[in-house]
């Protein structure tokens, strides 16, 4: 009977939970390297590392118990979604992984199972938190302003332009600004920060983000990885590291010009129109039922919300009585769902929105958070 190299215990739901966390570091349409999840021991912890070509994330697990039959290291590659789904069917009490030369046995109670294992090879990885700047920036101020310009990125692989995908953090010497667009609209967040670094900028993807979000929250730090660029003897930040007490995610960074936003941003005196939340949401989700597109109507008495196209020649027609305040009346075009998007952000009793001229973009401001709209009427 063959015996087991090593042996370890572990927590069941914290080890489920770790490799959830590693789900979206796997390459689960392939079968090659980036599939598997990566065990180790080190420093009497459970090392669990995955990566893609995007990102990497390293967990580290407290170990209940750890024996060991032979001289060799507890390390081993499983495919990552079986075994995720394996430890995911066991009841909420601790599990152990036994090691032999070529499969791993999972064991709780009198249930196992045989898993097959593959070579360790995650070393391939070079970057690590210790060897990169660490960014002074509160971060739950930067998860906050994230989220608030998310809804504005086009995470579309199909996206026209690929720093379109990402979310651009433009550090400027004691100014943050966090931006998204999808060529539509413009979301910016601006931020009073303290820095004694040059200006320099990031792309990171919305997937990744969405990554950061959900496994940290805003309890990590923040790390930025710099290189040299052979050919031109250019500086690049190439990767950046989250990093928390247990887990380190590492991820490769957009490397594209993000679109110059501060040029689209209008520059001239604009008109101001308040208009109370309540009422504009109501009115916008009557038109919805007909058309994702309105052209709105300023008077200086009334609101008026007009379908631009509807389903089958439907078409829609609603009036808000407000003072707006406007001495000529005008129009512009909205899409809808955009509005939602934006306005969802906002915890204000009033919208604000602010206008050039009728044939122009518009902005919807609120403190340091801005969108700026195309105008549908403008087509």
Do not use: W
């Amino acid at each position: 009977m063959e015996v087991s190299k090593a042996s370890i215990k572990l927590d069941k739901n914290l080890f489920e939970n770790t490799l959830a966390n590693s789900q979206n570091a796997l390459n689960k349409k392939v079968i090659e390297i980036t599939s598997n999840i990566f065990l180790r021991i080190e420093n009497a912890k459970l090392v669990v590392e995955a990566y893609n070509q995007i990102i990497y994330i390293r967990s580290f697990i407290d170990i209940k118990d750890f024996k060991s039959n032979s001289n060799e290291d507890f390390i081993c590659a499983i495919n990552g979604e079986l075994l995720f789904n394996t430890i995911k069917s066991f009841s909420n009490e601790d599990v152990s992984i036994d090691l032999f030369n070529e499969y791993v046995i999972i064991k709780q109670g009198r249930s196992k199972m045989k898993l097959p294992i593959y070579a360790h090879q995650s070393k391939a990885f070079k970057y690590h938190y210790q060897d990169m700047e660490k960014l002074n920036v509160e971060t739950t101020l930067l998860v906050k302003s994230v989220q608030k310009v998310l809804h504005a990125c086009n995470s579309s692989s199909a996206a026209v332009h690929p720093a379109m995908q990402g979310i651009f953090l433009d550090f400027n010497e004691n100014k943050l600004d966090i931006v998204a667009t999808d060529s539509k609209r413009l979301a910016v967040v601006e931020n009073e920060i303290k820095s004694n670094k040059d200006p320099f900028n990031v792309i990171i993807s919305k997937n990744s983000i969405n990554e950061v979000i959900k496994i940290f929250n805003n309890d990590f730090n923040l790390y930025l990885n710099s290189s040299t660029n052979e050919e031109s003897n250019t500086k690049i930040n190439d990767m950046v590291g989250v990093v928390n007490e247990n887990i380190e995610l590492y991820i490769k960074l957009i490397n594209a010009n993000f679109p110059e936003y501060k040029k689209a941003l209008p520059k001239n005196d604009l008109t101001q129109i308040k208009v109370r939340k309540e009422e504009l949401i109501k009115g916008l989700k009557k038109v919805l039922v007909v058309t994702d597109k309105v052209i709105v109507t300023f008077k200086p008495e009334e609101i008026i919300l007009k379908s631009l196209s509807g389903i089958n020649g439907s078409s829609a027609t609603i009036i808000i009585d407000t003072k707006t305040d406007v001495k000529e009346e005008f129009s512009i075009g909205m899409n809808v769902q955009h509005i939602f998007d934006c306005i969802s952000q906002i915890d204000n009793e009033f919208i604000n929105f602010y206008f050039e001229s009728e044939n122009k973009p518009f902005l919807i401001k609120d403190q340091n958070f801005l969108e700026l709209f195309i105008n549908l009427a403008i087509n």
